[in-house]
């Protein structure tokens, strides 16, 4: 069973912002704006703009900035602007007619030059949860976005990290994932009763630090 279906990304992430405990695994995150977008930039170089509700990487935009000016990249095509308000007006014509979000664009590791992120499945069992899957996903070969709907390649966690971060314990990574998913799923239940299912997307960066992208009540 299910269980209760929260879909605003935006609700989730203020829930898990709320715990210390979290909060630093969580990347810099702000409804959108033009002028968020403009100040996260100036601070990130890049960001990941999202429908505050969906799912499958359907509206997912990456949105950057460097020596050449503002670009944004929306599946295979990538396109630049001298200036802000330039990009600005062609990504509006991008973005679909959702509200977004903005998120902290993290440098994934890669796996011959595809990025991979990973998604954590759990499933309430009466009174207690358990761990159904670690999968990593590798994104389809030109994409950003890793998901399987997408052309995403899944393969086991444990080949994931070896293969993407070869000098990188992968038993102390799964560990650190199994942690913070449980200190989330209670986070998550105490803002959220009656949720049964949830999925956790997370990213492993080039050094090695792990993010929550994203959690899902509704994981495919």
């Given at each position: 069973m299910a269980g209760r279906q929260l879909a605003s990304k935006w609700l989730k992430t203020e829930a898990l912002l709320s715990d210390p405990r979290i909060a630093g695994y969580i990347p810099g995150t702000m409804e959108y704006s033009a002028a968020g977008l403009l100040r996260m930039l100036g601070k990130y170089g890049t960001v990941v703009i999202k429908p505050i509700v969906g799912g499958g990487g359907f509206g997912v935009i990456k949105v950057f900035r460097n020596s050449r000016g503002y670009g944004f990249t929306h599946m295979h095509s990538t396109r630049m602007y001298r200036n802000f308000s330039s990009m600005k007006r062609s990504l509006d014509l991008f973005k679909v007619k959702r509200k977004y979000l903005m998120q902290q664009?993290?440098?994934?590791?890669?796996?011959?030059?595809?990025?991979?992120?990973?998604?954590?499945?759990?499933?309430?069992?009466?009174?207690?949860?358990?761990?159904?899957?670690?999968?990593?996903?590798?994104?389809?070969?030109?994409?950003?976005?890793?998901?399987?709907?997408?052309?995403?390649?899944?393969?086991?966690?444990?080949?994931?990290?070896?293969?993407?971060?070869?000098?990188?314990?992968?038993?102390?990574?799964?560990?650190?994932?199994?942690?913070?998913?449980?200190?989330?799923?209670?986070?998550?239940?105490?803002?959220?009763?009656?949720?049964?299912?949830?999925?956790?997307?997370?990213?492993?960066?080039?050094?090695?630090?792990?993010?929550?992208?994203e959690v899902n009540t509704r994981p495919k």
């Amino acid at each position: 069973m299910a269980g209760r279906q929260l879909a605003s990304k935006w609700l989730k992430t203020e829930a898990l912002l709320s715990d210390p405990r979290i909060a630093g695994y969580i990347p810099g995150t702000m409804e959108y704006s033009a002028a968020g977008l403009l100040r996260m930039l100036g601070k990130y170089g890049t960001v990941v703009i999202k429908p505050i509700v969906g799912g499958g990487g359907f509206g997912v935009i990456k949105v950057f900035r460097n020596s050449r000016g503002y670009g944004f990249t929306h599946m295979h095509s990538t396109r630049m602007y001298r200036n802000f308000s330039s990009m600005k007006r062609s990504l509006d014509l991008f973005k679909v007619k959702r509200k977004y979000l903005m998120q902290q664009g993290i440098s994934l590791a890669r796996i011959d030059g595809r990025p991979i992120d990973y998604r954590v499945k759990v499933v309430k069992n009466g009174t207690h949860w358990e761990f159904r899957s670690m999968v990593g996903r590798v994104a389809r070969p030109g994409l950003f976005v890793t998901n399987l709907c997408k052309g995403g390649t899944m393969l086991s966690c444990r080949e994931g990290l070896r293969r993407s971060l070869p000098r990188v314990r992968t038993s102390a990574k799964k560990a650190e994932m199994r942690r913070l998913t449980l200190i989330c799923i209670e986070l998550l239940e105490r803002h959220f009763p009656g949720i049964g299912e949830l999925g956790f997307d997370y990213a492993v960066d080039l050094r090695g630090k792990i993010w929550i992208l994203e959690v899902n009540t509704r994981p495919k």
